[in-house]
């Protein structure tokens, strides 16, 4: 019922640059939280940053004065600006939403994306 779909990912040299987005679609009632996780090979999938609905934000330690996490209500998508990239920031990157669907508006729960490749390198 409700879909998540990431795009911008890509290969980018060390320095540089690239801009995520995350849409929602489908059957959802409300959105609480919107947020960014990454994922390297052989490692545990962690927060990379994440917004409320307030626009209380929230980076890891690794990210901050890099990433800036923003987000669009009326068009229930998520941004995630990344600069100054470095080679430890390859991963993949997955847009997670905590939200309600139309049928169930008490429920909150998690919604993932697929997924989309970050390669930092020379």
């Known amino acids: 019922q409700v879909q998540v779909e990431e795009s911008g990912g890509g290969l980018v040299q060390p320095g540089g640059s690239l801009r995520l987005s995350c849409a929602a679609s489908?059957?959802?009632?409300?959105?609480?939280?919107m947020g960014w996780y990454r994922q390297a090979p052989g490692k545990q999938r962690d927060l990379v940053a994440s917004?409320?609905?307030?626009?209380?934000?929230n980076y890891a330690d690794s990210v901050k004065g890099r990433f800036t996490i923003s987000r669009d209500g009326a068009k229930n998508t998520v941004y995630l600006q990344m600069n100054s990239l470095k080679p430890e920031d390859t991963a993949v990157y997955y847009c997670?939403?905590?939200?309600?669907?139309?049928?169930?508006?008490?429920?909150?729960?998690?919604?993932w994306g697929q997924g989309t490749q970050v390669t930092v390198s020379s």
């Open positions: 997670n939403i905590e939200g309600s669907a139309v049928l169930t508006p008490e429920i909150r729960r998690d919604y």
């Open positions: 489908g059957s959802i009632f409300s959105i609480y939280t």
């Open positions: 917004i409320t609905r307030g626009g209380s934000v």
